[in-house]
């Protein structure tokens, strides 16, 4: 679900993405040697936040969206030291952080941004739709034109990057979205990447209503256990309480939550 790796050689930190990503050498006893990009909490990710990227990242494993798999990735002493004497910033910006990030497996050669105004093939259009209801439905803000978070490769999407997302506590005017008119606002032109040329389908999301309604309270209280011990007595347990409490209600109320989502569609 969520499973530990250890990094162990530092490629490079990434050029593109507010919370600076770095791309990782990782090994897991399992697997072997991967590639992995790992975020860490700093300047510009909370320890919340992370709380927020790995519960999303899980979430959409199950709904078998686009997600590259997840990782808890442990940063060891020996690793941060051999880093200190050739990239000095990069290790103090990592000894400072907690010890363990998160990470998504780096995706294969071949996958590109997608972007902006480009039409949606016909054996794409499904995925998209989903990919467009599942942001709605969790308040992901963050796969917008100016910042697509979402690469494709043939007929294959790949999503990352939720980390602002389930963030409903303190918002002014939220409103959850299973009430009337509470997605409206997505019909802005800085909406989601995918509305423009989903913009007056109807998709069927019978399969994703069906995937989701199947995740039950059991496999919620799973998400929580799955993250590292290090992660929740930082973001105190009302993070992980309030997202899943929201993860609980919208599967109680999904229908007509993506009622809502077709509306934003018309």
């Not at 995925?127 to 294959?156: C, M």
């Not at 199947?214 to 007595?233: K, Q, S, T």
Request: with cysteine; glycine share 6%.
């Amino acid at each position: 679900m969520l499973d530990s790796v250890t990094a162990v050689r530092f490629h490079r930190r990434m050029t593109s993405g507010r919370t600076g990503p770095f791309l990782l050498e990782c090994e897991d006893a399992a697997q072997g040697s991967l590639e992995v990009v790992a975020k860490f909490t700093g300047p510009h990710l909370t320890v919340e936040g992370l709380v927020r990227e790995a519960l999303c990242a899980m979430l959409a494993a199950d709904l078998k969206l686009p997600v590259p798999a997840c990782y808890c990735v442990a940063l060891t002493t020996e690793f941060l030291a051999a880093l200190a004497s050739t990239h000095r910033a990069e290790a103090q910006y990592l000894s400072a952080a907690i010890p363990v990030g998160f990470g998504s497996r780096a995706l294969p050669p071949g996958y590109a941004v997608w972007m902006p105004g480009r039409s949606i093939p016909k054996p794409m259009q499904a995925a998209a739709a989903e990919i467009y209801a599942f942001d709605l439905l969790v308040q992901n803000p963050d796969r917008k034109p100016s910042n697509p978070n979402l690469q494709s490769k043939g007929d294959t999407f790949a999503i990352f990057d939720h980390e602002l997302a389930l963030m409903t506590e303190g918002v002014l005017f939220w409103r959850p979205p299973w009430e009337p008119g509470a997605l409206a606002a997505e019909r802005a032109p800085e909406g989601h990447i995918l509305m423009r040329e989903l913009r007056g389908t109807r998709p069927d999301f019978a399969r994703l209503i069906a995937a989701w309604e199947g995740i039950d309270d059991a496999r919620l209280a799973a998400y929580a256990n799955a993250l590292p011990v290090e992660w929740v007595p930082a973001a105190g347990r009302d993070c992980v309480t309030d997202a899943l409490g929201f993860l609980r209600d919208l599967r109680q109320n999904l229908r007509p939550a993506m009622q809502e989502v077709l509306g934003t569609l018309a």
